[in-house]
T-cell receptor, first 111, second 113 residues
């Protein structure tokens, strides 16, 4: 079935650094979603992308929908402690509307 | 606007028992989806309900079932619990069926002993 591969699995960065993570698939996705999950909470939608090549920002977050429709990346600029958490990419499957999630990128910020 | 609520937040059961979890979607949202989250498998889709009908189903055994009421509240039931059912169960609501902009609740942490 369709799968989303996220990399890296985890990241350790210094506060203030920029962060980049990506998500790839062997099949085409028509929508890319980026979620963040804080400990003990459900995921929160950060950015939704609907068009190939689309670049969308939400504050310090920027995400792009790859031209091939098989990848997407999420950048976080000037990281702060509250950016800690797990970032998931997701998208609806092609055969049905089931949302498929990547395994997540866990972001750690060193003091 | 109140967010998605799930009850209970934590639950401990023993193998063989059954459990019912509840989800109240955001007011006006008619679609409720359920997910199982485990460290090994990540977030996996269980099923989606829209207007009291199951619209989509993931690859889980028949021990996992759900329903939706006329006020859009949803319940999921797991019968004959197994140790591997220990997980965080999340529900998400959206305005329309198959909606990609889903809003998640905080989850119910189920531990099976």
């Amino acid at each position: 079935g369709q799968q989303l591969n996220q990399s890296p699995q985890s990241m350790f960065i210094q506060e203030g650094e920029d962060v980049s993570m990506n998500c790839t698939s062997s099949s085409i996705f028509n929508t890319w979603l980026w979620y963040k999950q804080d400990p003990g909470e459900g995921p929160v939608l950060l950015i939704a992308l609907y068009k190939a090549g689309e670049l969308t920002s939400n504050g310090r977050l920027t995400a792009q929908f790859g031209i091939t429709r098989k990848d997407s990346f999420l950048n976080i600029s000037a990281s702060i402690p509250s950016d800690v958490g797990i970032y998931f990419c997701a998208g609806p499957g092609n055969r049905d509307d089931k949302i498929i999630f990547g395994k997540g990128t866990r972001l750690h910020i060193l003091p | 606007k109140a967010g998605v609520t799930q009850t209970p937040r934590y639950l401990i059961k023993t193998r063989g028992q059954q459990v019912t979890l509840s989800c109240s979607p955001i007011s006006g949202h008619r679609s409720v989806s359920w997910y199982q989250q485990t460290p090994g498998q990540g977030l996996q889709f269980l099923f989606e309900y829209f207007s009291e009908t199951q619209r989509n189903k993931g690859n889980f055994p028949g021990r996992f079932s759900g329903r939706q009421f006329s006020n859009s509240r949803s319940e999921m039931n797991v019968s004959t619990l197994e140790l591997g059912d220990s997980a965080l169960y999340l529900c998400a609501s959206s305005l329309k069926s198959g909606g990609t902009e889903q809003f998640f609740g905080p989850g119910t942490r189920l531990t099976v002993l």
